[in-house]
């Protein structure tokens, strides 16, 4: 099992659509097992200034991180057809184990 993460900010958007919803679709359509969608309270892209989204009156971009797990094949795959569709965001790959009882 392998598990990617994708860092993006939240106000991406991607055909009038926000990306994070995009990639979640995206996902969907390619039968990845499982995924989730993570705000980040604190973050940063490209050494740019810290976002605080969580301050009063912030107008800071969120960070988000999405995650998700499937087989090795499965990741490569669906990150390649991905990635003919959009270059944003940060991709780090990386193995896990299956829990099981």
């Known amino acids: 099992m392998v598990q990617a993460q994708i860092f993006i900010n939240k106000n991406e958007f991607l055909g009038g659509q926000p ?3 995009f990639i ?3 996902l969907i ?3 990845v097992k499982s995924a989730t969608a ?3 309270s604190l973050g940063y892209l490209q050494g740019s200034h810290l976002s605080r989204p969580n301050d ?3 107008f800071d971009e969120v960070p988000l991180l999405i995650t998700f797990i499937d087989s090795e094949e499965k990741i490569k795959e669906v990150l390649k057809s991905l990635r003919t569709v959009t270059q944003s965001g940060y991709v780090i790959i990386h193995n896990v184990k299956e829990w099981s009882e």
């Open 24 to 26: 979640m679709q995206f």
């Open 38 to 40: 993570f705000n980040g």
């Open 29 to 31: 359509k390619h039968q």
């Open 56 to 58: 009063l009156f912030s």
């Open 19 to 21: 990306l994070y919803e």
